[in-house]
């Protein structure tokens, strides 16, 4: 199986900040332990030295190939979203369309885009660890 890490990264920060992006190293672990053939897609793998691109023909480039990759290449979407996030909404919504499962993991339980292109909602990433290691992936349906 392969899994996108979709996840807030620059947030309602101005300017270059960024949101922390441990969640991306704890999500990684909880997946590989429960499906060790998994192989993961991350948004990071295209941002060198960790630092988000700041030419506007680079954040294109990277925006639109990470869309792309969730919606095209993963087999499912894990979603971190503790706030709202324009880029994750879109990788989400793009990777529904496509029949991908999404996995979101928010306190946004009322948020539009989580309620209608989610599989499934996690209050946090311990509930999706959880889940993870009480479920067989395969018979899951892409959309419920």
Not at 101 to 111: E, G, M, Q
Not at 119 to 127: D, G, P, Q, T
Request: charge should be negative; aromatic fraction near 10%; glycine fraction near 6%.
């Amino acid at each position: 199986m392969k899994y996108f890490l979709a996840g807030v990264i620059q947030g309602n920060n101005q300017g270059q900040g960024m949101e922390s992006q441990d969640y991306r190293t704890q999500l990684q672990e909880i997946i590989q332990m429960h499906d060790p053939t998994a192989e993961i897609l991350d948004p990071w793998d295209l941002t060198p030295g960790m630092e988000p691109p700041t030419t506007t023909d680079r954040i294109r480039y990277v925006f639109e190939e990470n869309v792309r990759r969730a919606a095209n290449d993963a087999d499912i979407v894990v979603a971190f979203v503790p706030h709202a996030s324009m880029g994750t909404s879109i990788e989400m919504y793009e990777a529904w369309r496509k029949g991908k499962r999404v996995y979101c993991i928010t306190p946004l339980k009322t948020n539009w885009v989580c309620r209608l292109y989610t599989s499934r909602l996690f209050e946090s990433i311990e509930e999706f660890g959880d889940f993870m290691g009480s479920t067989s992936l395969p018979a899951l349906p892409a959309a419920q």
